[in-house]
């Protein structure tokens, strides 16, 4: 079955960095849209990030110019790059396949405190 495993979350503080990767197996991972969503406590699982097959990319207008997404197709892992990191950031991380189907991973949780 397909599998997408998040690592990389954690603590840190205010305007710190992480870099997030999601793994995936089982896929033809080259031709997925490939995203980064987060759903913070009490409120609606939202996208952060999204790349596609051929390399387009869209933000949420909350971390433009602060996140980066890539996606290395020869490692079939997706990476979200978090500079300057803000309280509002904390939230459960998700990675998300889409083609025909989509495919989530189990989520990484990302705290950003001092």
């Known amino acids: 079955q397909v599998q997408l495993v998040e690592s990389g979350g954690g603590l840190v503080q205010p305007g710190g960095s992480l870099r997030l990767s999601c793994a995936a197996s089982?896929?033809?991972?080259?031709?997925?849209?490939m995203a980064w969503y987060r759903q913070a406590p009490g409120q609606q699982r939202e996208l952060v990030a999204r790349?596609?097959?051929?390399?387009?990319?869209d933000y949420a207008d909350s971390v433009k110019g602060r996140f980066t997404i890539s996606r290395d197709n020869t490692k079939n892992t997706v990476y979200l790059q978090m500079n300057s990191l803000k309280p509002e950031d904390t939230a459960v991380y998700y990675c998300?396949?889409?083609?025909?189907?989509?495919?989530w991973g189990q989520g990484t949780q990302v705290t950003v405190s001092s």
């Open positions: 998300n396949a889409r083609n025909s189907r989509d495919f």
């Open positions: 089982r896929i033809c991972f080259s031709i997925y849209t």
């Open positions: 790349i596609t097959s051929v390399g387009s990319i």
